[in-house]
């Protein structure tokens, strides 16, 4: 039996009323996003369907449930072209003046979730909020789509990541943490270039922009007295009061190789990848999604490039560009709890990846192709991994 299928969408207008949308029957209304309905039909004549909010709950399964994913609350008026970069980010109330900065400053496209606790009061309050950021700043009309998720559940982070890529409307995306203030104009950098541009059309390049933070961390609190420049950025440097991100814990940020990165001007390749390894990157769209079990502090971001570079995926570092970090204080005591169950489940994941992709590739026959070339390299010391690998070579 064959089916077609057809989408009933419709724009969403932002209010304050966040519960499910009704269904459109069947007047066929179109837009670039905002699905009302899914629907088919069979050559029976019958028709069935699925409504938005089942559909996103497929989407988003891994995640916490129940859970509601309402997309572009708002929409920015402009619709970027598709050669462009979307940031994707997340933020949550107390980081709405921070996200302002953000946008001022990057003027392009952004995507970004905003977390909505599933409580009638505290709701009202964020969306009031909200509505006044978002109508206080032209950029963030011009450039801007904001995605609510409205539930319980604190710090999805890689959910909430998830759906500002899913609907990004542009090819690429940069996974972004909006505490980081972009001192130079990567995007510029990027789509200037033709020879940049080819890597990432290829499909198999994420672009690292470095990232600092000031020694003494109250020189972090004023974006306005960071550099703009590399000379004056690797000054900084020299003198002691700009190092690298986390600079206490060189797996996170240490590949990207900051001391080549001081004195060349070309791009250049991570040649010591680690699965720690959680730096700021631009690559394709079309590529993984972040696993939804990590919930909280600890692993969620590493999880995400871990799996990115199994797929097949190489870092790239950008010699000119750079970010840094604006200072500001943590939830120590959930870091700590959450750190720990995540570092238990990112054991199990990494495994459980190596050998998802090693399957994948055998019975694609990749096994042997540069496509793969990471996974063998980072995969072959994992108890039985050989022994799975001549198994599945067996059934090819």
Known sequence: ????????????????????????????????????????????????????????????????????????????????????????TL????????????????????????????????????????HELYNGNKYMKQYVDVHLVVDNFERQFNMWRNVAKFF?????????????????????????????????REGNTALVVPAFEYADLQEGLDYRTFPTKKADAVELVKSGRLVMFHDSWKPGHGPSNYSYWYKTDELYKVTTYQYQYEPYVIFPKQ??????????YGANKAACLFELYLSGVNYWVLPKDFLIHQTHEYLEDARRHERRFNKKLYEHFREELCFRYARNFLLNGEWETVKAENLRSTCHKIRGFTQAIKYFAGLK
């Open 287 to 296: 590529s993984i999604w972040c696993d939804e079990r990590f919930v909280g």
């Open 168 to 200: 990004a409307r542009t090819n690429y995306v940069m996974m972004l943490d909006v505490d980081f203030h972009p001192c130079t104009d990567f995007r510029h950098t990027i789509l200037n270039s033709k020879t940049i541009m080819n890597k990432l």
């Open 91 to 130: 933020i949550t109330e107390n980081r709405f003046h921070v996200f302002d900065r953000l946008v001022t400053n990057y003027q392009g496209p952004i995507s970004v979730t905003i977390h909505v606790a599933d409580d009638e009061n505290s709701r009202d309050v964020l969306l009031s909020k909200l």
């Open 1 to 88: 039996m064959n089916y077609f299928y057809v989408v009933y969408s419709n724009n969403y207008a932002p209010n304050n009323n966040i519960k499910p949308r009704n269904n459109l029957g069947l007047d066929i209304q179109t837009s670039e996003w905002g699905v009302d309905r899914l629907s088919w039909k069979s050559n029976s004549g019958a028709y069935d369907h699925m409504t938005e909010e089942f559909f996103l709950s497929k989407v988003f399964s891994e995640s916490m449930q129940p859970s509601h994913v309402i997309p572009y609350y708002f929409r920015s008026e402009q619709s970027p072209n598709e050669e462009d970069i979307t940031i994707t």
